[in-house]
């Protein structure tokens, strides 16, 4: 079990069928592997849980943004005077402020090929997309601060706007973002062997090819970001923050305030969602911090649903020419994509450079002897790019899904069956690709033949037979994806009376840590569960973490906890051996009490019939903070433990999804939806259910709902959740799910990732469906009633 950027875990009880898996697959005498429901859950549900905007430290203020309202424009002038003048308005700033404060005054830039400047954290001289922050308003309260943020007057010159990726690359008329990009190109990259794959393409019998965009799409999380500045001249910063990852936003915000890592504080409670826009700091979280220590008193901010959409980073959106090189009887013998992907008007953080990894994942389940991927990251004059669920692997995913597909039409195969000819061998693991990823196990058959069975796919009726007069078809979709990466740290403290502190240097946002870790220390220890308490979100109180994003956090942070735990029970086995006079390898632990339990060459068996026989944890916890302990033992009884993966563990599975299509409407129900994932093994069952249920929810977002939408001008046309497409409960299916266990041999819990795999999966399966349904070569997300029946319309005109 492991996460992403989700808020998922508490989705409701697993179906029978899956209730059914959950009790099987459970171990009653361990609670790892058990279907342990939620300890987050109450105070989430009763309203007790405390979110970042209900934090008010005495004295605050709020701070409200004035944005850019041009998708590219010259700023001529800036008059903050009438704002100024308002009541209660405490202050108004423009980055001429900034520029004279201390403060660089720009986000941590993001390493690109081309030497552009970072993101400002209010526009300096040119806005590069709407919505940028232009000036900042502080007053007494929100309100006010939202009226005085509307009475700022600002000029603009507009300025000519491209939103679409290929064009500002390869339109000589498009105009351009930055003098030291000429071509708007931000950063390029290739993986894989060029030549070997055109020897595959020209050996092949034939090649098969598609079009394909990869929909951009706004992180929708229930809770907008949120941040509140505090700064006192002795201590520095102490910034409460919506963040995924409060270490790193510690970093990002110490570089962008022109301080040490040392003054700021970062504090993150609840975190309402996260999906990857909050796994980086953005102008207001740095601004809030900047304005309070102007002023001398907390400044918080909190995003509107509008400012979330305007600016709060995207995600997707690429343009994809594809080939497939196959011979006739379905053996894949290259694959070659070129991407421009978008990364918005300035790089942030690392989503710029995540297009350029994407290519990694394009073999997905198949041995494909050669693959060649170019990609160019390209500024457009929209909001900027980052990591959304999934983070480049649905992308890639989507590309190799689609291309089988196609592929199988061309040659009269079923997709199914030329999925099953090309799929890697079970033996052939640890796998290495063409383009750089070693999958570290895999067993991909028994999964695919699950989800099949499930959906009764050997019995399906052509779809042109339905009664109703609807179209149905039949979707597959194969994945890996590639989960862990990065060190984490975990400290276990036992305190005086044996309940148990842990501390993860992860941070949840709705992937149920405070749950699963438990479990696993609670295994660990031999110990209860509710004697196990969890902490994350303190950079002040919690050794140095690197966050919870890409899946990663139950293989580095639950390694972590697991191994810190271990030691803490070795140094505890060592002190029961002092109290009971015996050495350290005669003494067993079970549940909670150490014993004598035999002789060796240094411990005669009259020592040990001599000696007390056993002694509870509890009171070895109290020893170890008193009297008595060994003399090269400290006193105290924690460890604390950085986890390093060497590598990265490979999740995969089958998604199978069944749609009905109207031919006259275009409306399209997805009438089954089942999801088979290997995620190695499972701590929690049920919370893996509710990661794979949110993460097909997204993915079915994607898939027929979502897609962000500006103007020629730049202008964001999908401002608000009325006009930006949401799926509702009534939009979705029943989401059936079942597994397989293949253990990873990387870790030693033998966990994989799992949080991301339903965006992966279900965006493909969705779009396979559809076009199985039409029987048609390929249409573009998101699958809305026009565009399906603008699909039929052009397929009958043919």
């Not at 894989?192 to 050996?203: K, P, S, V, Y």
């Not at 409960?729 to 989401?735: C, F, G, N, V, Y």
Request: charged share 25%; net charge negative; aromatic share 6%.
């Amino acid at each position: 079990m492991s996460d992403a950027e989700s808020a998922d875990a508490g989705a409701a009880d697993p179906s029978e069928h899956d209730q059914e898996a959950v009790d099987e697959d459970a171990d009653t005498d361990a609670y790892t592997g058990s279907g342990e429901k939620r300890r987050e859950d109450a105070a989430l549900l009763s309203g007790r849980a405390e979110y970042t905007d209900d934090r008010e430290p005495p004295g605050t203020v709020h701070l409200a943004f004035v944005r850019s309202e041009h998708g590219h424009a010259d700023l001529e002038e800036i008059d903050t005077s009438a704002a100024e003048a308002m009541d209660d308005v405490l202050g108004a700033y423009t980055w001429a402020d900034v520029e004279a404060s201390p403060s660089p005054g720009r986000l941590q830039p993001p390493g690109l090929d081309r030497d552009v400047p970072a993101h400002p954290v209010l526009a300096t001289d040119r806005v590069r997309y709407h919505g940028q922050p232009v000036a900042v308003v502080v007053a007494e309260d929100r309100y006010r601060a939202r009226d005085a943020a509307a009475a700022v007057d600002v000029e603009y010159d507009p300025l000519e706007a491209v939103v679409d990726p290929e064009t500002a690359a390869t339109d000589s008329e498009a105009p351009r973002l930055f003098e030291a990009a000429p071509d708007n190109i931000a950063t390029t990259a290739e993986l894989g062997d060029r030549d070997a794959t055109e020897e595959a393409f020209a050996a092949a019998d034939r090649t098969v090819s598609i079009d394909l965009e990869n929909n951009r799409l706004i992180s929708s999380a229930l809770e907008p970001r949120a941040a509140i500045g505090e700064f006192d001249p002795d201590e520095g910063f102490t910034v409460t923050v919506t963040s995924q990852s409060p270490h790193g936003h510690r970093r990002k915000l110490a570089h962008t305030l022109g301080v040490r890592e040392g003054e700021v504080r970062v504090v993150s409670p609840r975190v309402g969602g996260g999906f990857g826009h909050k796994g980086h700091h953005h102008p207001g979280e740095a601004m809030a911090a900047w304005c309070a220590r102007e002023l001398e008193v907390p400044v918080k901010w909190t995003a509107t649903r509008s400012g979330n959409y305007l600016e709060g980073a995207h995600g997707r959106d690429h343009r994809t020419t594809a080939e497939l090189a196959i011979d006739d009887d379905g053996t894949i013998r290259g694959l070659r994509a070129e991407t421009y992907a978008s990364v918005g008007g300035y790089g942030l953080g690392s989503g710029a450079r995540m297009p350029v990894r994407y290519g990694r994942l394009l073999s997905s389940q198949y041995a494909i002897d050669a693959i060649h991927c170019e990609t160019r990251a390209v500024f457009t004059t929209t909001a900027p790019i980052h990591s959304y669920r999934g983070a480049g692997r649905p992308e890639a995913i989507y590309v190799t899904e689609r291309l089988i597909d196609v592929a199988a039409d061309e040659l009269g195969l079923d997709p199914v069956e030329l999925r099953r000819r090309n799929l890697i061998s079970p033996e052939a693991f640890p796998y290495e690709t063409p383009v750089g990823a070693t999958y570290d196990s895999g067993d991909y058959e028994p999964a695919m033949d699950k989800a099949l069975e499930a959906i009764g796919y050997d019995e399906r009726t052509d779809a042109t037979g339905a009664d109703d007069g609807r179209l149905r078809g039949v979707g597959i979709a194969n994945y890996v994806e590639s989960t862990g990466g990065g060190f984490e740290s975990g400290l276990v403290r036992v305190l005086p009376d044996g309940d148990v502190a842990v501390y993860a240097g992860t941070h949840s946002h709705g992937q149920g840590h405070e749950t699963t870790y438990a479990q696993l220390v609670a295994d660990a220890l031999e110990r209860p569960i509710d004697r196990i308490q969890v902490s994350e979100g303190d950079t002040a109180a919690i050794p140095t973490g690197t966050g919870t994003f890409g899946s990663r956090s139950t293989i580095v942070g639950g390694n972590a906890v697991v191994e810190s735990a271990e030691k803490v029970l070795a140094k505890a086995r060592r002190i029961a051996a002092t109290e009971l006079g015996v050495d350290s390898a005669q003494i067993g632990y079970e549940d909670g009490t150490f014993a004598v339990s035999g002789a060796n060459d240094s411990v005669s068996a009259e020592a040990v019939s001599g000696a007390d026989e056993t002694v509870s944890f509890e009171d070895i916890a109290d020893t170890a903070y008193g009297w008595g302990l060994p003399d090269d033992l400290e006193p105290g009884l924690e460890s604390t433990t950085f986890y390093d993966l060497d590598g990265a563990a490979y999740t995969f599975g089958t998604h199978a999804c069944v749609v009905a299509v109207d031919p006259d409407t275009g409306d399209v129900e997805l009438e089954r939806y089942f999801a088979v994932d290997d995620c190695g093994e499972r701590v929690n069952p049920l919370i893996v259910e509710g990661q794979v249920h949110g993460g097909v929810a997204q993915g079915i977002g994607q898939a027929r709902y979502e897609q962000v939408a500006y103007d020629d001008d730049g202008t964001l046309l999908t401002e608000t959740m009325d006009s930006y497409g949401v799926p509702r409960a009534a939009d979705l299916p029943s989401i059936e799910t079942d597994s397989t266990v293949t253990p990873s041999p990387l870790n030693e819990l033998g966990v994989k990732g799992i949080g991301e795999a339903g965006t992966i999966a279900a965006p493909p399966a969705v779009v396979n469906a559809v076009c199985d349904a039409l029987d048609i070569t390929h249409v573009d997300m998101p699958l809305t009633e026009e565009h399906v029946w603008r699909a039929i319309s052009d397929q009958n005109e043919e």
